[in-house]
Structure formats: C-alpha cells, structure tokens
C-alpha cells in the first residue's frame, strides 16, 4: 500500500497524474514508532493500483493534516 491515494485526473490529456483522495497514516506512524525518519515522494496509489504523480505542495498539507501536525 502507498502512503498517498489519488484518483486519475485525465490520462489522455495529463497522462498518469492524479488528484489527492486521502493518506494512510499507519505506514508513517510506525516508521516513527520505530525512530525511522520516513522520505515521501509525490506519487500516489491510484484505483487501479498504478503509481500517480501528485502536487508535492498538496501532498504534504494532506500528510501533515493526516498526522495531525
């Protein structure tokens, strides 16, 4: 599972870009739990289980918001 979830926006016209649906908090809460420093990357889980290229700016408000930062 991907921290990050997204929906396709337009494959034809962005190709594989996605807009942001949520985040999955347990992957970085138990990296934390154990002292890892977690690195997140842009890209998100998408419905049908490819890897999408989201807006790093907005993926890191949903982290934080997720995390309750």
Same mark, same amino acid.
Do not use: C, W
């Given at each position: 599972? =991907?921290?990050?979830? *997204? $929906? +396709? @926006?337009? #494959? =034809?016209?962005?190709?594989?870009?996605?807009? @942001? /649906?949520? &985040?999955? /908090?347990?992957?970085? $809460?138990?990296?934390? &739990? #154990?002292? +890892? %420093?977690? %690195? %997140? /990357?842009?890209?998100?889980?998408?419905?049908?289980? $490819?890897? +999408?290229?989201?807006?790093?700016?907005? *993926?890191? *408000?949903? &982290? *934080?918001?997720?995390?309750?930062?």
């Amino acid at each position: 599972d =991907e921290f990050f979830q *997204a $929906e +396709l @926006m337009d #494959r =034809e016209k962005y190709g594989l870009v996605g807009i @942001m /649906t949520g &985040a999955k /908090t347990d992957i970085v $809460e138990d990296l934390l &739990a #154990r002292g +890892l %420093v977690p %690195v %997140v /990357t842009p890209l998100a889980q998408g419905p049908g289980g $490819e890897h +999408l290229n989201i807006n790093a700016d907005i *993926a890191a *408000a949903h &982290a *934080a918001i997720s995390l309750g930062a």
